[in-house]
């Protein structure tokens, strides 16, 4: 297993990029650590693919390097980074068995039979296939054939990383949620370095140590899910993370004061008179409703909608021109005529998009 450090990487598929927009991957300078699982996660476009096939080889990047401990890989093809891989597409041969598809990546590396044999048998259990060992991969379904594929792509032990390639993309759901805690647990067994490409939040957080969060060829946050939840660096992360996104309300501060619909909300720590486009995020978990009456403060609102989730209900509601959304427990009552009031400690400001840094106070 290997770190893999990417350093000053660029990439544009068009020849000269002369501004910004030319390059699909913008300036990169990441480390992923050795047995770490990470995952790359945002919308389609965004160069997910291109940094994943720069890492394994099949790309080489326009600028900058990668190195895989202290080796420099960048001009390395795939087939000497010693790295295995898992497509979005099943890639199995029909005409072998299920444990002859496993064993292959084995046997083309000229392993010991006895050793194929023990490694074979951990990934059909592992992997919850040893009911099908010996049936031909040609009558299988296309999710059973990307499970031996992940199969496959997990059977070498002496790799310097495994990569997917939004691999549970043609798994039916049932057997998804299964599978991402499967590979979870498989990774966190093995600990070997793996990278995970997906556009979906829920695969991404249940499967990473640390997600990359993409937007535009750029990594906006790389943090760990506790991270990216409570403390999103740019908008985007907020919106994109959680379910439903982050609220936002644009705002005027002075010190430990924002201004939101003409009402004065206290916050924990002061940002003296910050200029620019000035946001207040805050996630629909720490948003509370109270009956208008009872409570001095808070920001009046009208409840637009009501979405019963089973344990929680999310409620949709509108301040002034702003729609916004508690989540609330389902046994919680909606107040007749509800003020909103936010955690304090949950609050954060964004200048321009990206998160602003408070001073705290005495
Ligand atoms: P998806 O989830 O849809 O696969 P992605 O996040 O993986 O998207 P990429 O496929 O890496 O994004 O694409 C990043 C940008 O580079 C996009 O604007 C895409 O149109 C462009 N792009 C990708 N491959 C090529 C190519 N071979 N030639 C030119 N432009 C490309």
Not at 12 to 32: F, H, M, T
Not at 84 to 108: C, E, G, I, S
Not at 159 to 164: E, G, I, K, S, T
Request: hydrophobic fraction near 40%.
């Amino acid at each position: 297993m290997a770190k893999i450090v990417l350093e000053n990487l660029a990439h544009a598929y068009g020849d000269n990029p002369q501004q910004e927009s030319d390059y699909a991957l913008k300036r990169i300078n990441y480390v992923w650590n050795d047995g770490e699982a990470c995952a790359l996660l945002g919308p389609s476009g965004c160069g997910k693919t291109t940094l994943l096939n720069i890492i394994s080889g099949l790309l080489e990047p326009s600028e900058g390097r990668v190195y895989f401990d202290d080796t420099d890989v960048t001009h390395v093809p795939t087939k000497d980074k010693n790295i295995a891989q898992v497509f979005q597409f099943p890639v199995v041969y029909d005409t072998m068995t299920v444990a002859q598809n496993l064993a292959f990546p084995l046997v083309n590396r000229g392993f010991d039979q006895a050793k194929i044999i023990l490694r074979v048998e951990e990934i059909l259990d592992l992997l919850d296939l040893r009911h099908m060992a010996n049936m031909k991969a040609k009558g299988l379904t296309a999710d059973q054939k990307q499970k031996i594929s992940l199969g496959r792509g997990l059977v070498r032990q002496d790799v310097n990383a495994v990569l997917f390639d939004e691999p549970l993309t043609v798994i039916d759901p049932l057997m998804k949620w299964e599978l991402r805690s499967q590979l979870r647990a498989l990774q966190k067994k093995v600990g070997q370095t793996m990278i995970y490409v997906t556009h979906d939040q829920i695969e991404a957080l249940t499967f990473a140590d640390r997600i990359a969060v993409m937007l535009d060829g750029a990594i906006l946050q790389f943090g760990t899910p506790k991270e990216l939840f409570e403390r999103p660096s740019h908008t985007f992360v907020g919106y994109f993370i959680g379910s439903p996104g982050m609220n936002f309300f644009p705002c005027e501060i002075k010190d430990s004061t924002a201004t939101v619909v003409g009402q004065n909300i206290d916050l924990k720590d002061s940002y003296g008179a910050p200029i620019g486009k000035l946001e207040l995020g805050i996630r629909p978990e720490f948003v509370s409703l109270h009956e208008r009456a009872h409570q001095s403060d808070g920001l009046p609102v009208v409840v637009e909608s009501v979405e019963h989730l089973g344990r929680n209900k999310i409620v949709r509601l509108l301040a002034g021109e702003s729609k916004f959304s508690a989540l609330l427990s389902e046994r919680t009552q909606i107040p007749k005529d509800p003020v909103a009031q936010f955690d304090a400690n949950r609050i954060c400001i964004y200048q321009d998009s990206f998160i602003l840094e408070g001073e705290a106070q005495p």
